[in-house]
């Protein structure tokens, strides 16, 4: 991906990129459709194993963004929390904070039972911060994307120091 403007603002600490990635609930899926772009909320899970990030979406069985991703398995991604606004003296002096996520990747749906099922463990993880199994019939029934991440950046804007 292209270098960072702000390069100050980013974020390479990984356990500072795991708070962003336990803590954003809610991650905005791009595609690209034909020759549109495509882009959709989501809750996501996470699992980030021997320095691999994997993304984990679950959805109903059918719909646009699982024709999208059958065509052209390309995403992009971006979340963010820790959102705080902030005033100052001139309109230029307000702002916002943030710690925000980015990522390249591709997608495929998952048929594997077995791997559903983690899948939804782990998406549920991340969304309540609590350990939930699942039935095969309760995994069956739902959608499950995973996305094999290739490359992420992460960014933090804190609060103005004047205002700290
Ligand atoms: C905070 C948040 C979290 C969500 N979490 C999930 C999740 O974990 N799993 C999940 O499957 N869905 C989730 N959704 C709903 C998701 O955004 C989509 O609505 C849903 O997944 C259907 O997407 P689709 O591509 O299959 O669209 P389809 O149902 O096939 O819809 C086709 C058309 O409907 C419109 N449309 C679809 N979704 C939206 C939308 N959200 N807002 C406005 N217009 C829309 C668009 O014009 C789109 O082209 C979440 C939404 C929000 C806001």
């Known amino acids: 991906m292209n270098g960072m403007t702000r390069r100050e603002r980013q974020v390479t600490d990984i356990n500072e990129i795991l708070k962003i990635l336990d803590n954003s609930k809610v991650l905005h899926l791009g595609l690209v459709d034909g ?14 194993e021997n320095d691999k990030l994997t993304i984990w979406l679950h959805c ?28 100052g003296e001139v ?28 899948a939804l463990s782990a998406l549920m ?3 309540t911060g609590k350990d ?9 029934v739902v959608g ?9 950046t992460a960014k933090h804007r804190p609060l103005p120091k004047e205002l700290r």
């Open 35 to 48: 020759d549109e772009p495509y882009v959709v909320p989501m809750n996501y899970g996470y699992t980030y």
């Open 60 to 87: 109903a069985r059918q719909g646009r963004k699982l024709d999208v991703m059958r065509v052209n398995p390309k995403v992009f991604f971006e979340m963010e929390y820790g959102i705080t606004p902030f005033e």
């Open 91 to 118: 309109a230029c002096k307000y702002g916002i904070t943030y710690s925000s996520l980015m990522g390249r990747g591709t997608a495929e749906i998952i048929e594997d039972v077995e791997t559903k099922k983690l």
């Open 125 to 127: 993880k991340t969304q």
């Open 132 to 140: 939930f199994q699942f039935e095969d019939r309760m995994a069956e």
């Open 144 to 152: 499950v994307v995973r996305i094999d991440v290739i490359e992420f």
